[in-house]
């Protein structure tokens, strides 16, 4: 156990400033709930206004304690809070967590508190957890400094889970929901605001204790995206896998930014893409958290690039197991149908003959334990399949022994094994965690816990940099200039003053576009600063006169028109939190209404970017579709590549960058227009 580690989950001393003498009130709990529990190690409360606290005595302040504590937990009020903060750093106490808030979440004034405390941290060796964080409990080690009132109770289960939440609350609800379902936890902690320590940075102390065999968050944010990844990558190395919720899924948090590349990227969309480049597996409910560890666990990764995973769905009732496949098929889960040699199989050996379908329905005939074990025996064995999910009816509830059995027999076989019982059958539930089966009270937590285990896939390493603050936009012309430098094609361009009075020869033929060349304008089209289709001299002139009148831009960029089998978007971005992106989407001046893309995080391979384009809607017309001509793929491929590399190029950081439209043709692609703001 690291330093920083004992310090947080096994500290041998502890003080709690603020500790009130009513057990009934928040700041009375920790010092009640780390007696109850049998810590072992020693406790000072600490009160300036009492001699004792709920029978002990109670110190006026740390410097009063016999011993610099360990870990020190402040339960006072803001002001109080910030000058224990304070005291600990100048007496050299390692590790404090504060539940006061007060801090960000109130404005300005609140900013200024966090401020203030990093600076006081900044200048010792003491870490922070929280403010606003309701504890850091060890299970194992009965140190429960914690305020949360769902630690009140005894006989807590200790697992090998550990549980981190932006929320405190979370961690009551971890426990007593877990609890509920047999499921145990070895530690958990409320990080709060993350002044200082994060998500990231206190699982990573835990990545590697023996007792620990992986991670449940609850995430509010991302931000800290950087620890959060560092961690997820040694987790995934050391075989401990991550199950997050995070909130977020609505479109009111989107963010706007210059380029179509901000606002087609919202904030679910970045958590989705950043979770999954991290190897975190994501789920959609608070159900599919609790109880969908123990399928993850029994799960492991594939390498990006590996065949998708396939799940059978084997039942004894055809309705209950739709409310499975339902949900499954919303997550964008196939249900594979079995081979015809596993039916023949299945037929051999159980008698029961499976109308050939995705569901593998063994009908009433299921509800008997050689039916069920033999399919499950055969199923768990098919190559076709990488798991299996259960779905018993009612048999489940009184006669567990029919068809539940077979189930808790198969706990042990070579493929995973989720199950979903229709009914309430709390016994059987019983029996089925006592195994080790992962198993789900509702079909949307079933469905839920099986996509996210199915859809994850092993991290990719953070190679990308950042930009520091806010740089100025490039024109059209300076634009290409970097994708020159990038390597994607871009149509031939002339800049022109608009003031000429005669039309100059250009190096290409008419017809041709012309647009306004201003570093100042994002959008040309939104404010009359394109004019396409000019036939000869004497249009040009009178394009540039009309765009030099609707925009007041002293130049504009001539260029050819330029065909294609298809438009599309290419977007990258630096995102505040999780750090550069890349985007193709459906392309042209309704590329934000279509809200057609594919998101990663920058930069990608040639495998991910063909990956990406097949994700695009947009995109699959021009494969050829229905006999249509067929587009440049490996060339749009190419250029998705060459812009991510924005994440590693050497010079000034670009901060976003789109070419919008991209024209794909049947041999090469070709950027007509083009955005970039440095970093």
Do not use: W
């Not at 609350?169 to 002044?195: D, P």
């Amino acid at each position: 156990m690291t330093p920083l580690a004992q310090y947080l989950f096994a500290p041998k001393s502890v003080a709690i400033v603020g500790q009130s003498n009513d057990a009934t009130k928040t700041a009375g709990r920790p010092l009640k709930y780390l007696r109850q529990a049998g810590f072992a190690g020693r406790i000072y409360p600490v009160n300036a206004r009492r001699d004792e606290v709920l029978g002990e005595r109670a110190f006026p302040s740390l410097a009063a304690l016999p011993e610099v504590p360990e870990h020190v937990y402040v339960v006072a009020n803001t002001d109080a809070t910030i000058e224990a903060i304070e005291e600990c750093g100048r007496l050299g106490v390692p590790v404090v967590t504060a539940l006061a808030n007060g801090f960000s979440e109130t404005g300005a004034a609140g900013h200024a508190r966090e401020a203030r405390l990093r600076e006081v941290l900044a200048k010792t060796k003491t870490r922070l957890v929280g403010p606003s964080s309701l504890g850091i409990v060890d299970m194992r080690h009965k140190s429960f400094l914690t305020a949360n009132a769902a630690f009140d109770e005894p006989d807590l289960p200790v697992g090998r889970i550990f549980a981190a939440s932006h929320s405190g609350g979370m961690i009551g609800t971890f426990l007593s929901r877990g609890k509920a379902r047999g499921i145990g936890y070895a530690g958990l902690v409320s990080v709060g605001n993350e002044v200082d320590l994060s998500i990231g940075e206190i699982c990573a102390a835990t990545l590697d204790d023996p007792g620990i065999d992986g991670y449940v968050l609850f995430l509010e944010s991302l931000r800290k995206a950087d620890a959060l990844r560092a961690f997820a990558l040694e987790a995934h190395k050391r075989g401990k896998p991550v199950l997050a919720y995070k909130l977020g899924r609505s479109e009111a948090g989107r963010e706007l930014a210059v380029s179509h590349t901000g606002a087609l990227a919202g904030e679910d969309d970045i958590a989705d893409v950043f979770l999954a480049e991290c190897g975190i597996a994501r789920v959609d409910t608070l159900e599919g958290l609790i109880e969908g560890f123990p399928l993850l666990a029994k799960m492991p990764a594939p390498q990006r690039g590996a065949r998708r995973l396939a799940a059978a769905v084997v039942t004894t009732t055809a309705g209950g197991a739709t409310m499975v496949v339902d949900p499954l098929a919303s997550r964008g889960i196939e249900v594979t149908q079995p081979s015809v040699q596993t039916l023949q199989r299945i037929k051999d050996k159980t008698g029961v003959e499976v109308t050939p379908a995705r569901l593998t329905d063994l009908t009433l005939a299921g509800a008997q334990y050689d039916v069920m074990k033999g399919a499950l025996d055969i199923l768990t064995t098919a190559p076709e399949f990488d798991m299996v999910v259960v779905v018993v009816g009612s048999s489940a509830r009184f006669y567990p022994h029919l068809a539940v059995k077979p189930i808790v027999d198969s706990a042990n076989a070579p493929k995973p094994i989720a199950v979903f019982l229709v009914p309430e059958a709390p016994d059987a539930l019983a029996q089925l965690s006592k195994a080790g089966v992962p198993s789900f009270h509702t079909p949307e937590a079933c469905a839920d816990a099986v996509a996210a285990a199915l859809k994850r896939r092993a991290p990719t390493p953070a190679t990308a940099r950042r930009p520091q603050g806010e740089g100025r936009m490039l024109d059209e012309l300076e634009a290409y200039t970097l994708l020159d430098k990038l390597g994607v094609p871009h149509a031939h361009s002339v800049a022109l003053d608009a003031g000429i009075a005669t039309a100059p020869a250009l190096p290409f033929t008419y017809p041709v576009a012309v647009k306004a060349l201003s570093a100042a304008i994002a959008h040309k089209s939104d404010v009359g600063g394109v004019v396409l289709n000019v036939r000869d001299g004497a249009a040009l002139l009178v394009a540039i006169k009309q765009i030099a009148q609707a925009t007041q831009a002293p130049r504009v960029l001539v260029q050819p028109m330029t065909a294609g089998l298809g438009e599309v978007l290419i977007g990258y971005r630096v995102d505040a939190d999780v750090g550069p992106l890349v985007m193709i989407a459906a392309g042209g001046v309704l590329a934000e209404i279509y809200r057609d893309r594919s998101l990663r995080l920058a930069p990608v391979d040639l495998e991910t970017a063909r990956e990406m384009i097949g994700e695009v809607a947009a995109v699959k017309a021009l494969n050829g579709y229905r006999g249509k001509p067929r587009g440049d793929l490996d060339a749009l491929a190419n250029a998705l590549v060459a812009l991510s590399r924005l994440a590693v190029m050497d010079g000034p950081a670009v901060a976003e960058a789109e070419v919008n439209p991209l024209m794909v043709q049947a041999n090469g692609v070709v950027a007509v227009d083009a955005l970039v703001r440095m970093g």
